[in-house]
Structures are given as C-alpha cells and as structure tokens.
C-alpha cells in the first residue's frame, strides 16, 4: 500500500499526526474532565506521555484546571494565563478553553489550546503588536484631531444684542439631541456656529464632521455620503470607503448648504433619519448610526419646498430647532471688536485703525459679512502707511460708494459728511450745494441728513450762495 492511500485510508490518524506537528498545545476533555486527547506539545508542556494522560482525569496534572467551569456554562475563556509546577520551577501558559458541542448544540465536552508564554518567539510577536497599537493610537489621535470641531462658544465675537441672543439660543439647544437648522447669509460663519454648538454639546468629545454640500460633485454624493464597499461601482477602491455619515457615529453631522443636496440624496438622508442606519453602495445589511445632525443653509428653502428643489418632510426634520445668524449690517457695534480679533490674528497689533476709516466701515453695509471684513483688513494692513490704516486703503467700494457719498463741482469725489471731522463739514456741505445748484432737497439727500439739519448746519457754518468752494 502507498503511503498517499495509507493516509487517506486514516483521516483520523493525519488529523492526529498535524496536532501532533503543530507548535500549539492541544487537550480534549469529555464531560467528566477525563483526558480523551493530547497532542505532544501538550505533553511536553506537563512533561508526561501521551499515552500516560488519555483516559486520566485532567486534574491529575492540574489541580485547578478551569475545564469543568467552562463544561458548566458554555462560556469560552480566551487568552487566560495558567502556572504549571515543576520540581525545577515553572511554566507559564496562555491559554484558550473551549466548550465542545455537537450537532445539536449539547455539550460534550472542552479543549484547552496553550502556548507558552515566555518563548522568545511571543515576545517578538507582542512586541510587533506593541508597535502596531502605538500606529493605531497615533492614527485614532489624527482621525480625532481631524474629525474635531475647531471652534468653540469664545471663538462668537460680539457684544451686540442681536450676538448675545443667538449665543443663548445655542447654548440651549446644544443641551438636546434634536437637529439644528443654522440661517445665515453667505460669509457670516455658520461653520463657527456649528463647531460652537457641537463643543457645548454632550457629544463634545466625539466626532464633528462637517460636509459642505455645495462642493461635492452630484455623481459622487452619494458615495461621500454613505460610503461603499469594494467593488461596488468602476473606478471604487478594492478597500471600499467609509461614509461622511459613518464617521460622524456618536458625534454631530454638520451639513452646510444643505438646500444644495440632490434631491435623490435628500430621500435617502430623510431614510436615514428616521431608521439610523446607513447601507453602503453595493452592501446588503446597513450599518447601525448614533449622531446629532446640524445643518446650514444661506438659501431659503420654502422657496425650494415651493420650487421643488427641496423636500417638505426632510425640512421639517431639520428644523425643530432654527438659529438665525444676524447678518453684519445688523450688528455693527461689534466691527471695532472685530477689527481687534483680525488684526491679531494677522500679528499686527501695531496696526491701529483712524477713525475716518471705522466710520467708513460703519456705514458699509458688508454684503460678504464677516469674510468680506476680514478681506478689507488683510488689504488695509498690506497697504497702509504708518502703520495707521486710513479709508484709502480699503477696498474702494467701501469708500466711495453709499448714501454719504457726494461729488465735487469738478466731478471730484468727495469724503461722506459723518466721516469729516468738524473743520471739513462746512466745506463738504458747500461742495455738496454748487453740485446739486443750491437745491436743498437733494444735497440734503446726497448728505443723508434731513432738510432741517442741512438749514441747521448753513446757519451755523454762516454758509451763503455764491461763497467760493
């Protein structure tokens, strides 16, 4: 007889010549604790024969083996440690046991697996895992640092009431879990109020992860969205991707712009509301998810219910709670302090601002918000001389244009009346005269003061027709 039929003619005894080959201790219990098997490893471990320990209780050789605990409940016990006494000393195992069941899932017995615990060969493996948990804890500790929100409570600048009420606002309702929906123009920082929110929330230790709608192609939504798995479409990863969604697990989910969503997207968001779970592209089971949602929008999305470029049910679960972000003209007491925080954080704080160029920042009504200011101070700080930054070196529409702004006889722009200092009042008011023939009406107008005020400030200035300019 070959020995290829030898061997198949005996899958026992191949099984019991592998266990017998491998560098894993093996033992086999019945339900009385009776040794049935044990593999030379084993052996070699309590320093008996093999044949010495089948059919001999296990706790012959160890007096306190564990193996009826796990037969009685069924509970597996991994990766314990377990003394065996020599006269010479000891060794130390680590070890697996096992309930054994049957087809019927009864009971019929318990195996220990073991390797030695001191062997040069472990150390060098639990050192190779020492290493590769300090990549994972370095890794965690960028995905969180990345995943986290910047900004908090003390990054809102402001002393206007229209400030502090939408800071309270935010307080309140960072101590619930329900959706937030934050309105606000183009540039007023609804990204900040967000971040602000999160970090007075109880998720503040979690995960932020902020989606800006607006910037994700619509063919790739869905899959930034909810993730994939490999293989789900051309051009995917062979690893598969992990969701927007997915990330944001027991943290807060921060959709900006949200009125820019697809609408086939908006569907399935409302779906994952409302069930908390996620399916991947491709995938068959959904993943279970925990966050709080906040969104933002500049748009106003009644007008998309009433277009239909929005859902009414999904804007109704967003919605529960509404902060509303004053726009700047709203709230222009606050430009000084804003002015301070732009200028430090540009590490100009020799840079001060005359106060021709506050007024004329005053009386700007900053369609771009806080970006827009934050724009006219980094250019004001690269132009201005003297380290004093004058209304010349803003951009010229802050300047040279609004209700105040008034033109010479020759055509020459002048300054706005409530941005000249005394001396210069009577001469811009009697500019403002010859341009407009001495009509009353008008250069009051042009001025921005009433009619009485220009015949106040005539007679105070002793200002008379036919005076030279």
């Not at 039929?5 to 560098?23: C, F, R, V």
């Not at 060969?121 to 929100?149: G, N, P, T």
């Not at 949602?293 to 007008?303: G, W």
């Not at 919605?319 to 590490?347: C, N, Y």
Request: proline share 5%.
């Amino acid at each position: 007889m070959t020995p290829e039929a030898s061997i198949a003619g005996s899958q026992h005894g191949l099984a019991e010549t592998i266990l017998d080959n491998i560098p894993i201790g093996i033992l086999y219990c019945d339900r009385d604790n009776i040794i049935r098997f044990i593999n030379n490893t084993y052996a070699g471990y309590l320093r008996v024969d093999k044949k010495e320990a089948i059919g001999r209780p296990i706790t012959d050789f160890l007096p306190f083996s564990r193996a009826s605990i796990v037969i009685h409940t069924g509970v597996p016990e991994m990766t314990s440690t377990c003394r065996i006494e020599h006269d010479d000393g000891y060794t130390t195992l680590i070890v697996n046991r096992l309930p054994v069941r049957d087809d019927e899932n009864n009971i019929i017995g318990f195996v220990s697996q073991s390797i030695i615990a001191d062997t040069d060969e472990l150390k060098e493996v639990s050192e190779k895992i020492r290493q590769l948990d300090r990549k994972v804890a370095f890794y965690q500790r960028r995905m969180q640092s990345a995943l986290s929100a910047l900004y908090s409570l003390q990054n809102i600048l402001g002393q206007s009431q229209a400030i502090k009420q939408v800071k309270d606002h935010l307080v309140r309702y960072a101590r619930t879990e329900s959706p937030v929906l934050i309105l606000g123009e183009t540039g007023t920082g609804k990204e900040l109020f967000a971040s602000a929110l999160h970090r007075e929330s109880s998720r503040a230790d979690r995960p932020f992860v902020c989606i800006n709608c607006a910037a994700i192609p619509q063919e790739l939504f869905e899959s930034e969205l909810f993730g994939y798995l490999a293989g789900a479409f051309s051009g995917a990863r062979k690893e598969g991707k992990v969701g927007q969604i997915e990330l944001a697990d027991t943290g807060t989910l921060f959709l900006d712009e949200i009125g820019e969503m697809p609408m086939q997207i908006q569907s399935k968001l409302l779906r994952v509301l409302e069930d908390k779970k996620v399916f991947r592209l491709g995938a068959t089971r959904p993943n279970t998810v925990d966050f709080r949602l906040v969104t933002a929008t500049n748009r106003d999305l009644k007008t998309a219910i009433r277009e239909n470029t929005f859902r009414e049910d999904l804007y109704y679960r967003l919605s529960p709670m509404i902060v509303s972000i004053p726009p700047l003209r709203e709230r222009k007491q606050d430009i000084p302090l804003l002015l301070d925080h732009f200028l430090e954080k540009l590490d100009r704080r020799d840079v001060t601002v005359s106060p021709k160029a506050v007024a004329a920042m005053l009386d700007y009504s900053w369609p771009g918000n806080i970006r827009e200011l934050r724009n006219a101070v980094i250019r004001a700080v690269s132009l201005c001389k003297d380290r004093v930054i004058e209304p010349g070196d803003m951009p010229p529409e802050i300047f040279a244009s609004g209700p105040y702004c008034v033109v010479g006889v020759a055509g020459k722009p002048l300054k706005p009346l409530v941005r000249l200092n005394r001396d210069n009042e009577a001469n811009a008011i009697l500019s403002a005269l010859e341009k407009n023939n001495w009509n009353m009406a008008q250069t009051a107008k042009d001025l921005g003061i009433s009619r009485a005020t220009l015949y106040q400030k005539t007679g105070k200035y002793g200002i008379k027709r036919g005076q030279a300019v």
